[in-house]
């Protein structure tokens, strides 16, 4: 009776160290994102999918969140290990500058996925053909709360133009622009075309891009480092040949906690992935997610993501490191 209650405990003993070590090796990885109506959402999606289907020992969820300000908020606070940012702002927070005076977040980027160049469109109509022309005129920074109106606002001013500015949604701006009560706005675009309220509106009223003239580019590089100077093809729908704006990327950061082991293993595993960024989020597409990282980046990568790009043969700026 002993000998059989003795080796009822050690294989109840046994069992619970094989539980235990099991939980020990797993390693919890949350992933913010922004609100779960976002195509952003199903990008972080996919992410948790590649991780956890390339590596078994870890556990990935995605989480919804206010996007790139809030997550950097929860990643300072080590509630998420990676979140969804905007390069500029990511820069802000990394160098506790703008809104995060005295209050710097450590975050380094990890990869970025998704350019998104700042345009400035004008009704045909309205006579304005470059942006110092815009003084007194009626004219929206972007949706109300963006990080397109914020930037916009910025960029404005530095070059020394004081519009009338309107404020709205996307949408109010945009039934603005087509009933003639403000001339144009700023719009995100999506890789190097218009996004699909842009297209709308210029179906049935035409516009215009302004580009940047060579001495604004060399202003916004000198003065807000945190924007990429961004090169434009143009086109029949733009009204233009080839221009140049200023743009942020959308990217992945790490928490300032996140070490480099694991930071290295997630980035592998999305850089090699073919298959399901693409189908969660199509502008990826064919996209070579290493050299948009590499050219636009604007803030250190952390240290797992340098690896991995030296060792597939990129050279990564000092900037970046």
Known sequence: MY??????????GLATACLTGTAQAETRLAFGATNAQSAHYAYFASLVK??????????????????????????SRNQIDLGLVTTSTLYHAYNGIKSFENRAVQSK?????????????????SGVTSLDQLDDKP?????????????????????????DWKRGSNGELAAAIKDNRAIGFIKSAVGTRFDALTTDIAT????QVLGLSDAQKQLISTELPELSIVDMPGGEMENSGPYSTWGFMIGVAASPELDEETAYN????????????????????????????????????????????????????????
């Open 204 to 207: 049935f009223t035409p516009v």
């Open 266 to 321: 997630i980035v592998k595993a999305v850089m090699e992935d073919n298959v399901e960024q693409a189908a969660a989020y199509p502008s990826v597409k064919d996209k070579n997610l290493a050299d948009l990282t590499l050219k636009y980046a604007t803030s250190p990568l952390h240290p797992g993501a340098i690896r991995y790009f030296e060792e597939i043969g990129l050279e990564v700026p000092e900037r970046l490191r």
């Open 109 to 125: 980027l990890l990869w970025a996925y998704s350019l998104a160049p700042q345009n400035a469109v004008v009704r045909r109509d």
């Open 50 to 75: 590649i991780v956890n289907n390339t590596y078994p020992d870890y556990r990935a969820s995605v989480v919804e969140t206010g996007a790139t300000v809030d997550n950097l908020k929860r990643m």
């Open 139 to 163: 004219f929206g920074p972007g949706q109300r709360g963006s990080s397109t109106e914020a930037t916009s606002l910025e960029v404005i001013k530095l070059l020394g133009v004081e519009p």
């Open 3 to 12: 000998k059989k209650a003795l080796s009822i405990a050690v294989a109840i």
